[in-house]
């Protein structure tokens, strides 16, 4: 049966009243079960009904948990890194962190994906198909997860700094920016009639690693925030925006501002709430 992610404003007022009628709460979490519930989004729906939480999806404002990367403080530790916090916003959650890539890294990824740069593309918010927007004016390409072994060490060390399996992560994709070319403001995450459980459902967070210094423009901007990330060469900002009950945070809405100097280059990964692959990924050692 397919997993469920979120439930929606009918099941949370029918819980609610059913709860009044004296039901037992262990009953009603094994009803979520049946129904395609995860046993932890189960008990998670019940305890927040409980205390009076909204917990539905839409209509509701957003409830923030501290993502697993945020749980470590000034440091994160990969295998093969030491990556410092330069700057953290609780909400919605923002980090920016030094030193993910070195320059040779960035220098590679940006090689690797020349010649198979295409104009980039959204998700139509209506029909849920890939089309080209004057939104979003950047050229792109998508690496496949473990294209390589140079690809794989850069998949986990993402996993290990976000805590998150690789088989969420899309594959990762590689953008430049030309002159005065941008992203303006939108969400990542999908509309929620667009969520496919099939294949890893909702996105919860991104990945941007700057893989240059723009001379100047090409900031990440959050604009409810009043915050702007400035690229630097081999930093990245990580930002999450689902939360456990599936809700979505629109104070994470985000845009690229237009380059004015030089050109920009960006590695985006935008990772689910579960496996996107239906089979397992084949790993390079
Ligand atoms: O290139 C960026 O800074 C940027 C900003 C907002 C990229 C994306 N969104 C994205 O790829 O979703
Ligand atoms: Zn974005």
Same mark, same amino acid.
């Given at each position: 049966m397919e997993k469920k992610t979120h439930i929606s404003v009918e099941l949370e007022n029918w819980i609610r009243n059913t709860l009044k009628t004296g039901v037992h709460p262990e009953a009603i979490v094994n009803g979520l079960i049946k129904k395609g519930y995860d046993t932890r989004l189960a008990y998670r729906i019940l305890l927040n009904i409980v205390a009076n939480h909204p917990v539905s999806a839409s209509n509701t404002s957003y409830q923030y948990e501290t993502p697993?990367?945020?749980?470590?403080?000034?440091v994160l530790y990969t295998s093969d890194r030491e990556i410092r916090v330069l700057m953290r916003n609780e909400k919605p959650y923002v980090l920016h962190l030094d030193n993910v890539l070195s320059s040779e890294e960035c220098d590679r990824l940006i090689s690797l994906s020349m010649g198979r740069l295409q104009p980039s593309k959204v998700v139509d918010?209506?029909?849920?198909i890939e089309r080209s927007t004057a939104g979003r004016t950047s050229h792109g390409m998508y690496f496949s997860l473990n294209e390589n072994s140079f690809l794989t060490t850069i998949e986990k060390r993402i996993a290990e700094i976000t @805590? %998150?399996?690789?088989?969420?992560?899309e594959g990762l994709q590689v953008l430049n920016y030309k002159n005065d070319q941008e992203y303006k403001p939108h969400f990542d995450y999908f509309p929620s009639s667009k969520v496919d459980p099939e294949k890893g459902g909702q996105r919860v967070g991104t990945l941007l690693i700057y893989l240059n210094d723009v001379p100047d423009g090409g900031q990440t901007i959050f604009p409810k925030l009043g915050l702007s990330i400035v690229p630097k060469k081999g930093t990245a900002v990580y930002f999450h925006y689902t939360n456990s009950l599936g809700q979505v945070d629109p104070m994470s809405l985000h845009s690229s501002s237009p380059v004015l100097k030089g050109e920009k280059w960006v590695a985006t990964k935008w990772i689910r709430?579960? @496996? %996107?692959?239906?089979k397992p990924v084949k790993v390079h050692s």
């Amino acid at each position: 049966m397919e997993k469920k992610t979120h439930i929606s404003v009918e099941l949370e007022n029918w819980i609610r009243n059913t709860l009044k009628t004296g039901v037992h709460p262990e009953a009603i979490v094994n009803g979520l079960i049946k129904k395609g519930y995860d046993t932890r989004l189960a008990y998670r729906i019940l305890l927040n009904i409980v205390a009076n939480h909204p917990v539905s999806a839409s209509n509701t404002s957003y409830q923030y948990e501290t993502p697993e990367l945020g749980i470590r403080e000034n440091v994160l530790y990969t295998s093969d890194r030491e990556i410092r916090v330069l700057m953290r916003n609780e909400k919605p959650y923002v980090l920016h962190l030094d030193n993910v890539l070195s320059s040779e890294e960035c220098d590679r990824l940006i090689s690797l994906s020349m010649g198979r740069l295409q104009p980039s593309k959204v998700v139509d918010p209506k029909t849920g198909i890939e089309r080209s927007t004057a939104g979003r004016t950047s050229h792109g390409m998508y690496f496949s997860l473990n294209e390589n072994s140079f690809l794989t060490t850069i998949e986990k060390r993402i996993a290990e700094i976000t @805590n %998150i399996p690789m088989e969420h992560g899309e594959g990762l994709q590689v953008l430049n920016y030309k002159n005065d070319q941008e992203y303006k403001p939108h969400f990542d995450y999908f509309p929620s009639s667009k969520v496919d459980p099939e294949k890893g459902g909702q996105r919860v967070g991104t990945l941007l690693i700057y893989l240059n210094d723009v001379p100047d423009g090409g900031q990440t901007i959050f604009p409810k925030l009043g915050l702007s990330i400035v690229p630097k060469k081999g930093t990245a900002v990580y930002f999450h925006y689902t939360n456990s009950l599936g809700q979505v945070d629109p104070m994470s809405l985000h845009s690229s501002s237009p380059v004015l100097k030089g050109e920009k280059w960006v590695a985006t990964k935008w990772i689910r709430q579960g @496996n %996107i692959y239906p089979k397992p990924v084949k790993v390079h050692s």
